[in-house]
């Protein structure tokens, strides 16, 4: 059997509709903004997994238990280790290490987790706070809190002390 010698046509290209360009005086709020990525997906689970085994913890042996130890020297040993993992974290970030900022990041969160449950917080009162905040300007939000700590401790500042 002798091969066509037809050419077949070439399907039509659909025509990509191109997004206008958002005018220079967008607002933050104008500008569509994706999910949070601890908001999708079983990796937000993750945390929720490390909570539950860090708070069943609390009640195991210091000698077997990372977790128990650090909970059994009390919140400001706790506090103090939290930020001796962020300052690590910071550092290799500085140096361009990522490897290093991921493995950091990770001693971070669970040092973090750590510390709410000695200091009696729950993932949710921090979910709960997030939440709250989304959607207002980062700039707004910080301002709002300047104007309200100096006040709570009696300064007559802008500044936080």
């Known amino acids: 059997m ?9 399907p039509a290209t659909k025509t ?3 997004r206008k360009p958002l005018p220079s005086t967008a607002q933050a709020e104008d500008v569509p903004r994706p999910p949070p990525p601890l908001a999708i997906g079983p990796a937000s689970m993750v945390l929720d997994r ?4 860090v708070m069943s913890r609390r009640t195991a042996n210091p000698a077997v238990s990372h977790s128990a130890r650090l909970m059994s020297r009390g919140t400001a040993k706790v506090a103090q280790k939290f930020g001796e ?8 970030a500085v ?13 971070v969160l669970y040092h973090l987790i750590v510390l709410w449950a000695s200091s009696g917080i729950s993932p949710t009162e921090v979910w709960e706070e997030l939440k709250r905040r989304e959607g207002i300007s980062g700039i707004a939000e910080k301002a ?3 104007r309200k700590l ?8 802008t500044k936080i002390p």
């Open 2 to 10: 002798a091969k066509s010698t037809k050419r077949k046509s070439k």
């Open 50 to 53: 490390l909570w539950t085994v």
């Open 95 to 107: 140096a361009g290490n990522r490897d290093a900022v991921v493995a950091e990041s990770a001693d």
């Open 150 to 157: 100096p006040v709570a401790f009696g300064l007559d500042t």
């Open 16 to 18: 990509k509709k191109r």
């Open 144 to 146: 709002a809190r300047a």
């Open 85 to 92: 993992e962020a300052v690590e974290c910071l550092i290799e």
